[in-house]
């Protein structure tokens, strides 16, 4: 593809603070991606619903979206501000948040800058299972990776089996323990599949959740 054809981009780690093992995602973006479009691409690639307020810390200054609430923007500017309007140095560092009654924090880190034949976001690596985004925060993330893990949840069946239960009681209960379950831990490539389909959705990562649920194991 010629020179021309291509895009700038910027490859970034992203990973959450504070939980262990690390939960860890690599990720390509177009320098012509707002903040709002990033924030949809962390939200695709941690598995979240969108469903929760986010600020980017940038340099010292906050970055928000004011139409989810105006004093986000306040302090440093709203979020449809292109990546490329930072002029990014290699290794710079910011900080996302979510869920802001938490909240989350994941810290990205710019590795390399260049020219892709591709606007579309992209994920180049995926480790961990990222955290129920509404968990109380990363000291609840230990027992909450133990409690939904498909051992545990092997285990809590097996034990309703050997209760007795008629067939609507043991139904209720196995649909409330497969619903706290993690059936695996997301795969890089259902990942990259669930942020090409970002563009085609206006970048609205909430809608794409309610539509596929969580991502493909």
């Not at 707002?34 to 979240?48: E, I």
């Amino acid at each position: 593809m010629d020179v021309q054809q291509k895009v700038g981009a910027v490859q970034l780690s992203a990973r959450v603070r504070g939980v262990s093992p690390p939960v860890t995602r690599r990720l390509l973006v177009s320098e012509q991606a707002s903040l709002a479009q990033l924030h949809a691409v962390l939200q695709v690639a941690f598995d979240w619903s969108d469903g929760h307020l986010y600020t980017f810390q940038i340099r010292g200054w906050q970055f928000g979206d004011p139409s989810r609430a105006i004093e986000l923007a306040l302090a440093g500017g709203g979020v449809d501000i292109p990546l490329a309007a930072f002029a990014f140095e290699i290794n710079e560092t910011f900080r996302y948040q979510y869920n802001l009654f938490v909240p989350w924090e994941i810290d990205c880190r710019i590795e390399a800058r260049g020219l892709v034949a591709t606007s579309e976001p992209t994920c180049l690596a995926a480790q961990g299972d990222p955290p129920d985004e509404d968990l109380g925060g990363p000291a609840a993330y230990p027992e909450w990776l133990e409690s939904s893990s498909p051992t545990w949840t092997l285990h809590q069946i097996e034990e309703l089996l050997d209760e007795g239960l008629d067939d609507e009681q043991f139904r209720v209960e196995a649909r409330e323990i497969l619903g706290n379950a993690r059936l695996g831990r997301p795969r890089r490539r259902a990942i990259d599949r669930r942020l090409r389909q970002l563009p085609a959705t206006d970048w609205d990562a909430g809608r794409l959740y309610e539509n596929e649920g969580p991502a493909d194991r």
